[in-house]
């Protein structure tokens, strides 16, 4: 494909800097590593086998899924260390079983006895992580639970108990460095626990695995801990710029709209890219910046001041400053194309059906997601 | 394609019930006929082949799309009377020509000079509707503003006049009864008497478009309105039952989940539908009955008293009672089955690639969506 000029894209769609992207990872890698542990990716955020790959140095390596679907995509493309990090309920087994007899090691992920009994009378020593809470957040036992070793006991007799899991995604609602550092301590105290009083009850736990993208960046110490799964790295987001994991400049992800109408007495730029292009997400609602549905750059990538994307429709955004004042309208004609960074870019890259992958300001190549479940 | 039970669906997947939907269709349908003006049913909620059949009486008819994607795909199934109602911007107007060089009569909509100009300068008579501010809530011209005659003036030499439309979203923003009936009469109003100046100004306006769900629902006098445009009310959705457009009982759309784990200390059911399934709409979130991210049914669509998706990851929702209170999880083990309803409707439809279609509790087809811009 040659490089083509972005004012050749339909609009809305989705652009990604590579240079950008291939930044984020070697951060994120070469940090990890100084601390210890190995990487498991998490393709959830790009679902792309050219991501995934740049994730792993450019060869397929563990990964993690958030879906059947990524798993099976990128066992096609080569990966065959896949942990499908959601709980497992029941009906998922069959298919699990399938990837697994084709050669895929797929580790599945479960907080329960009953999930542990259905995987344990598979009787196919399928590898499974045991998930614990380490923040209150979500899925999991806490790591002194009576339940940690009543699941572990279940795994014994016909699955393979691999070890342990958590996700401290509680760090999204952290606001302060210190309070970062702090969720990292914890979410490490918290599984390695878990690991020990597993192995001090004659259970081999080889595996321990953290991992949030703002936990991973603030971690100090990883003793104990063998693997990182982090994913919203690879992109950057205005949340994640916003809880102090990255700065602007490390934004990757974007969505090119066009203005198609001026609301001159509301002081609104209206544009193509509603919610069907950037997600119904809010997630700097709380933040010292709220930058609503997203962030507002010129055609190369450069942030107008604090011109943010203030309501959406369908397909339809409405651009003002986000304390609402006058701007020169003049400066955006009908037409004129616009670049709006992403509050999550899990959410916004789900919108779309890939990524038009930019060097500078052309366009070089189409990377297609993988979708469904 | 035989009749299947639910408990053969991967989770989370779309449930639509057919029945439902043909009701919800025929309902609007009797109603917007009774008071006089044509249906131009709005394909952006369904966007699928066989619903937008179904929304038009079973045969190709008049519809409005919200992307081009939209258009293309009903033209390639027969629908040529197609209106896109999204401002056109300049960069759109070759895919545009294109489809009408293969017989799709693509009608698009304006609310400015410079895109006018635009249009008009391909001196290929593309018939265009004016779009009118009635709500101040999101594009078009006020019908009292120099810009309405300034653009029908710029549209005569080399576009096609074709009429006026204008779509009162603020109507999403009404609490009651007469609020709703009042915003229908300001809409109707508004464009007509916009309608009326460009007839006034020598210019012929045979099309008086209007629509939204809310509106059209409440309306009680269309006089001067030659076609109303309407898209949610063919699955309805929490939001439209907030605003008493709808019962519970309306609502075809819901999102099958599998329970995968409990959190019993926080009076929480974790299951496998998070954001990727349900959406981040949280469009009831202003309302007496705030449903957070949807509510709760048992599998055959029962709602299960006040239990909601109090909070979504991408992979996981969170099920609580709305007000927080404890309830019995043992009636719900791992593996339950579950059906969400939608907070909207367009916006969950949008995170899946198609509709598993029900008849009673089996799934009886699959319709495929359409994607893109």
Redesign the interface.
């Known amino acids: 494909m040659n490089a083509a000029p972005l004012?050749s894209l339909?609009?809305?769609?989705l652009l990604l800097d590579e240079a950008r992207m291939r930044r984020n990872v070697a951060r994120m890698a070469g940090h990890v590593h100084g601390l210890g542990p190995a990487l498991r990716p998490h393709v959830?955020t790009g679902k792309s086998i050219p991501i995934a790959l740049a994730m792993c140095g450019g060869a397929p390596g563990p990964i993690t899924v958030?879906?059947?679907a990524e798993a099976e995509a990128c066992f096609a493309a080569g990966f065959r260390d896949v942990l499908y990090a959601?709980?497992?309920?029941?009906?998922?087994l069959p298919?699990v079983q399938a990837l697994r007899a084709r050669g895929c090691d797929l580790i599945v992920l479960v907080?329960?006895v009953?999930?542990a009994r259905?995987i344990a009378a598979c009787r196919t020593a399928i590898p499974t992580l045991l998930e614990i809470?380490s923040d209150?957040h979500?899925?999991g036992v806490r790591p002194g639970a009576a339940e940690l070793l009543a699941i572990a006991a279940v795994l014994r007799d016909g699955a393979e108990l691999r070890g342990v899991l958590t996700h401290a995604?509680g760090s999204y609602d952290c606001r302060t460095a210190a309070e970062l550092t702090a969720m990292a301590a914890q979410e490490r105290a918290a599984v390695v626990a878990a690991a020990e009083r597993l192995r001090a009850a004659g259970h081999r736990c080889p595996v321990v695995s953290i991992g949030s993208t703002p936990t991973a960046t603030f971690a100090r110490d990883l003793r104990g801990v063998t693997e990182v799964r982090v994913g919203v790295y690879v992109f950057m987001d205005l949340v994640m710029a916003g809880l102090g994991v990255c700065s602007l400049d490390d934004l990757a992800l974007s969505v090119l709209v066009?203005?198609?109408?001026?609301?001159r007495d509301?002081h609104w730029l209206?544009t193509?890219g509603g919610?069907?292009?950037l997600?119904?997400?809010?997630g700097t609602s709380g933040h010292v910046h709220d930058r609503a549905y997203g962030l507002v750059c010129d055609a190369s990538g450069r942030p107008l001041g604090d011109l943010v994307v203030a309501?959406t429709?369908?397909?339809?955004g409405?651009i003002a400053r986000a304390d609402g004042a006058p701007f020169d309208l003049n400066r955006f004609?009908?037409?004129t194309l616009l670049r709006v960074l992403p509050i999550h870019a899990?959410?916004t890259a789900?919108?779309?059906?890939g990524y038009h992958v930019l060097h500078g300001d052309a366009v070089s190549a189409w990377w297609p997601r993988c979708?469904?479940?």
């Open positions: 004012s339909p609009t809305p769609c959830k958030s879906t059947l959601v709980g497992l309920p029941p009906n998922k298919a907080d329960n009953d999930a259905a809470d209150d979500r899925a995604g066009s203005v198609i109408g001026h609301q509301k209206v193509d919610w069907m292009a997600s119904r997400d809010r309501q429709n369908q397909e339809h409405l004609p009908v037409g899990c959410a789900a919108q779309h059906e979708r469904g479940w």
